[in-house]
């Protein structure tokens, strides 16, 4: 790409989701409850009860009481989850002083999550959604098919003609859109500074204004401002909505849409990891494009037919520098057709 095609750049954010699955109170109680038997079996604690069966049978009741709306049923399940949560965890807290020091260390994490869990109620701040992930939050798009989704939030910035990513970068704590701009812009200024290039436009939507004192001198377009843009302005904004399909893409096609990585260094690498697949296949297809119009179709045979021969000699060096000591069957594999 033209250094001068990387000073407008699209930004807009999206959800990386977590390998979670979905966080009500009931499942996460009875994940709680199986975790903290479990851990206490492995270490050797002895449990007068770990309450398994009936915590399987309040799962499967809880399911079928939310899925028949019957609140009162339902809350009368969880209730008693929640208390059987309880009597295990004090249980353990009683018998692990008995343990070294350091088992008791790796325990404490786990008993205060789940003691966590138990405590929270439907309209606290500050929930914990999942148990392995402590990180993960819920963020609510105001979507009527998916209105809530659980993860972190992700800044991608675009290259406002070519498409190309220049930018992507997990922002843990659900900030507001406005407020991830001048990190983003930030950001891509780093990765573009080999280049000699910064953004100096940002075209965004409605969820970035009054933001334009923090990302000086940095010029910002969005809807909001249309009447105030010039012929040459109001073009750019026309394609601000490209960004959407490279989301997708990135999401779908890449793997952004669930991180299996953890904690919040995970998030941030798998962002950083799926942009740049992104990318390499946005590589590809313009060198493809490229090669046709040039008349080079055949080139990736030539390329193939060159890596073929250059394995066959390193194959052929290879069975040189072992020469009669080599095992008699790798032989027929290590000469040169």
Known sequence: AKPV?????????????????????????????AKIARLAKRVGLKLKMT???????????AGGYAHAKQFKRLRQVVRRQRTILGVLLREVQRKMT??????????????????????????????????????????SKGKARKPYEFGVKVSLAVAHKSGLIVGARSFPGNP????????????????????????????????????????APVELIHRGKYKSLNALQRRWLKRRQAIEPTIGH???DHRMDKCW?????????????????????????????QLQAGGLNN????????????????????????GANADPSRQPLLRPS
């Not at 507001?176 to 950001?187: I, N």
């Not at 080139?299 to 072992?322: D, E, K, P, Q, R």
Request: hydrophobic fraction near 45%; proline fraction near 3%; charge should be positive.
């Open 5 to 33: 095609e990387l000073e407008r750049v699209t930004v807009d954010t999206t959800v990386q989701e977590k390998a979670i699955a979905h966080p009500t109170d009931s499942r996460l109680l009875e994940v709680a409850r």
């Open 51 to 61: 309450h398994e069966r009936e915590g399987q049978s309040l799962r499967r009741r």
């Open 98 to 139: 008995t343990l070294a020091q350091s088992v008791q260390d790796q325990l404490k994490p786990w008993l205060d999550r789940a003691e966590r869990i138990r405590s929270q109620r439907p309209h606290d701040k500050n929930k914990l959604y999942a148990l392995h992930a402590p990180e993960v939050e819920c963020i």
């Open 176 to 215: 507001f859109d406005g407020h991830t701009l001048s990190a983003q812009l930030e950001q891509t200024s780093t990765l573009l500074q080999d280049l000699g290039v910064k953004p100096k436009v940002a075209v965004v939507d409605l969820g970035y204004r009054g933001v334009d004192a923090d990302i």
């Open 250 to 252: 990135t999401k779908h």
């Open 261 to 289: 990585l953890k904690g919040s260094e995970g998030d941030a690498l798998h962002a950083v990891l799926c942009a740049a697949g992104f990318n390499i296949r946005w590589l590809l297809r313009a060198l493809r494009r």
């Open 299 to 322: 080139l990736y045979f030539a390329v193939i037919a060159v890596w073929a021969a250059w394995l066959a000699t390193a194959m052929a060096g290879l069975s040189g520098l072992m």
